[in-house]
Antibody, heavy 121, light 108 residues
Framework: EVQLVQSGAEMKKPGESLKISCKGS????????IAWVRQMPGKGLECLGI????????TYSPPFQGRVSFSADKSISTAYLHLSSLGASDTAMYFC??????????????WGQGTLVIVSS | DIQMTQSPSSLSASIGDRVTITCQAS??????LNWYQQKAGKAPKLLIY???NLETGVPSRFGGSGSGTHFTFTISSLQAEDTATYYC??????????FGPGTKVDFK
């Protein structure tokens, strides 16, 4: 069974940094891109970017370029989202999701449970 | 950038009703269009991929159609557990995964 399990909720202060993990199981983690998706409170879904765990090739969505970074440790089938200089606007649910086998790899077929990040002084 | 719009933004329906949601792309995207269901407090779930293909395990009352710029998502007979927000989504190599604004479905 394919699963993506994310790290737990985080409460941070403005200016702090954060790393969220996403561990895959039940499939070859190295051969599927992982996407990171943000959902601000009461809002829709926004893709931050994607990472290919095998070689850590990364593409960031233009609005988020320079504001987030990704990494991966293929030895433990885990991808990471790094957020720095946190502000109140980073308060959101963050999801990882596997890029699926649909045409052109254009879908996200399995999702992590989400990690809630709250930034507050 | 390709923009995705959805209509309506919300709807109320009764059990057994046929529900239809539309998604419009700002330019031709062939059939690179997927539909997701997100229940409150949960992760999104892929329902329909490549505009009209039902993801494994998804009930057959869900369906999708369309190509080019106009797409339709249908629930043929609304069930209680279908209360959720539904998103369309397109992928391209620049903007990556772009989601529509969502349609919230609840009961009358």
């Amino acid at each position: 069974e394919v699963q993506l399990v994310q790290s737990g909720a985080e409460m941070k202060k403005p200016g702090e940094s954060l790393k969220i993990s996403c561990k895959g199981s039940g499939y070859d983690f190295n051969t599927h891109w992982i996407a990171w998706v943000r959902q601000m409170p009461g809002k829709g879904l926004e893709c931050l970017g994607i990472i290919y765990p095998r070689d850590s090739d990364t593409t960031y969505s233009p609005p988020f370029q320079g504001r987030v970074s990704f990494s991966a440790d293929k030895s433990i089938s885990t991808a990471y989202l790094h957020l720095s200089s946190l502000g109140a606007s980073d308060t959101a649910m963050y999801f990882c999701a596997r890029r699926g086998l649909c045409r052109g790899g254009s879908c996200l077929d399995f999702w992590g449970q989400g990690t809630l990040v709250i930034v507050s002084s | 950038d390709i923009q995705m719009t959805q209509s309506p933004s919300s709807l109320s329906a009764s059990i057994g009703d046929r529900v239809t949601i539309t998604c419009q792309a700002s330019q031709d995207i062939s059939n690179y269009l997927n539909w997701y269901q997100q229940k409150a407090g949960k992760a999104p779930k892929l329902l329909i991929y490549d505009a009209s293909n039902l993801e494994t395990g998804v009930p057959s009352r869900f369906g999708g159609s369309g190509s080019g710029t106009h797409f339709t998502f249908t629930i043929s007979s609304l069930q209680a557990e279908d209360t959720a927000t539904y998103y369309c989504q397109h992928y391209d190599s620049v903007a990556l995964f772009t989601f529509g604004p969502g349609t919230k479905v609840d009961f009358k």
